[in-house]
């Protein structure tokens, strides 16, 4: 059986088949950040806040740190749930400092690698539309462009689940480890991409609202999701990230600890 497919229904069965433990995981820290940064603009639109200044800058910036914090003690539980067993006794995953301080570092350094890799497939793109001329083109290149990157992160990744284990693994040892299976994870890289591509898209149709704001002197139409919309929005990013997660998590168990794929 193709590696690539077996890929794709190991990541979706972890992901859906432990659904509810997940959200027993990771939801509550999730919807945390985003309940703040909802809190802080109504504050702001009703004026509460007064004007934008110190007071608000700050506030925001201990809600990107509070994210941050978040996101990476999530990720940390749900890797070590799917690797280890390991489950916490409330609504939130067991604390690990020094692990999610770990996480957090790693993840940073791969966000670099990415955007390194983005700007030079970048300006390969942009020498070839220059020269071609083509709209074609540049539309083709940039969604290559796009699922490069998510390939790239996906190879150098697996330094993420090593991490909230605290395995040591470096971000070569992550390329050369997914070296054998490189062309093999397009394949869930794709499935997913256009499944999510297709979801929010029928999330806009279903939940969407044509506003027409007052802008530079004349009106501007554009689509905003209902308050329904938004929150099932929310919840398809959160298992578009639960199921980004899995994908490194099963190749970390496969690769690196001789897992099998269902």
Do not use: K
């Not at 970048?122 to 071609?132: D, K, N």
């Not at 290559?144 to 190879?155: K, N, P, Y």
């Not at 297709?198 to 009106?219: N, R």
């Amino acid at each position: 059986m193709d590696y690539g497919y077996q890929l794709l229904r190991h990541v979706v069965q972890q992901v859906f088949g432990n659904l509810g433990q997940a959200a027993h995981l990771t939801l509550a820290l999730f919807l945390a950040p985003l309940v703040g940064f909802f809190a802080l603009g109504r504050s702001m639109g009703m004026g509460l806040s007064g004007p934008i200044g110190g007071g608000t800058v700050a506030m925001g910036l201990l809600l990107i740190l509070g994210t941050v914090v978040a996101y990476c003690w999530a990720a940390v539980g749900w890797h070590r749930y799917v690797l280890l067993e390991e489950t916490g006794n409330g609504a939130l995953p067991p604390w690990h400092g020094a692990r999610i301080w770990a996480y957090f570092g790693r993840a940073f350094l791969v966000g670099v690698v990415v955007v390194v890799a983005v700007v030079g497939g970048g300006i390969v793109v942009g020498i070839a539309v220059a020269v071609t001329q083509s709209a074609s083109l540049a539309i083709v290149m940039g969604i290559g462009l796009v699922f490069g990157a998510s390939w790239v992160a996906t190879r150098i990744g697996l330094v993420l689940p090593a991490a909230a284990l605290g395995a040591p693994m470096t971000i070569g040892e992550s390329w050369a480890v997914t070296r054998p299976v490189a062309s093999q994870i397009l394949l869930p890289l794709i499935v997913v991409a256009l499944a999510l591509g297709v979801t929010q898209q029928a999330i806009v149709l279903v939940f969407g609202q044509t506003v027409s704001p007052a802008g530079f002197g004349m009106m501007q139409d554009h689509t905003i999701l209902s308050l329904p919309g938004q929150i099932v929005n929310a919840a398809v990013t959160w298992v578009q990230i639960l199921i980004n997660l899995a994908l490194m998590t099963t190749l970390y168990g496969n690769l690196v600890e001789g897992r099998q794929l269902n």
